[in-house]
T-cell receptor
Framework: KNQVEQSPQSLIILEGKNCTLQ??????????LRWYKQDTGRGPVSLTI?????NTKSNGRYTATLDADTKQSSLHITASQLSDSASYIC?????????????FGQGTTLQVKP | SQTIHQWPATLVQPVGSPLSLECTVE??????LYWYRQAAGRGLQLLFY??????ISSEVPQNLSASRPQDRQFILSSKKLLLSDSGFYLC??????????????FGSGTQLSVL
């Protein structure tokens, strides 16, 4: 069964600190892995997209890693800001689909406190 | 630039009432369009997708239906809402990106409460 599992479910950190969110997947055939940021009551916004051959991708203070062998990904946030408070969703795309066949994780809720 | 509009932002409806959520995309033509539902604490679930006018595919059997009367308009409907239809509904559109990966863009969502 195609699944994406994220940990932790929620996380509280102090402003300025770093944090790392985890994503494990059992999706086949694998095409790509994405990280989205979703503010409360809003639609998700794409942070990174990585294919099988990529093992790291950065977007400002966000750095995603991918280990396709162990089927794990992480999202590292550096020097957190209050605006980083949101839900972070790991999404894995299925290969061979031209209709955006994506498997969504349940998300990690991050709260950054001053 | 492309934009996606989704409305209303919030909706409270009684059980058994009809539903119509609308989504429109600007700045692109012949996009793939999607309706997702997000239950509290759960991952997004794909409800419907459309690759063209009048072409609708349903991912999950349910009390809802979708229609695409125009190229950039996608409508989610129900004749009679159930309590279980409550949730956060997201419209999205996609375009083929680099290396064959689709880039997915979401609307701002509709919070539906069925009472």
């Amino acid at each position: 069964k195609n699944q994406v599992e994220q940990s932790p479910q929620s996380l509280i950190i102090l402003e300025g600190k770093n944090c790392t969110l985890q994503c494990n997947y059992t999706v086949s055939p694998f095409s790509n892995l994405r990280w989205y940021k979703q503010d409360t009551g809003r639609g998700p916004v794409s942070l990174t997209i990585m294919t099988f051959s990529e093992n790291t991708k950065s977007n400002g203070r966000y750095t995603a890693t991918l280990d396709a062998d162990t089927k794990q990904s992480s999202l590292h946030i550096t020097a957190s800001q209050l605006s980083d408070s949101a839900s972070y969703i790991c999404v894995v795309g299925l290969k061979g689909s031209n209709t955006g066949k994506l498997i969504f994780g349940q998300g990690t809720t991050l709260q950054v406190k001053p | 630039s492309q934009t996606i509009h989704q409305w209303p932002a919030t909706l409270v409806q009684p059980v058994g009432s009809p539903l119509s959520l609308e989504c429109t995309v600007e700045g692109t033509s012949n996009p793939n369009l999607y309706w997702y539902r997000q239950a509290a604490g759960r991952g997004l679930q794909l409800l419907f997708y459309s690759v063209g006018i009048g072409q609708i595919s349903s991912e999950v059997p349910q009390n809802l239906s979708a229609s695409r009367p125009q190229d950039r308009q996608f409508i989610l409907s129900s004749k009679k809402l159930l309590l279980s239809d409550s949730g956060f509904y997201l419209c999205a559109w996609s375009v083929l990106g680099g290396q064959g990966n689709e880039k997915l863009f979401f609307g701002s969502g509709t919070q539906l409460s069925v009472l």
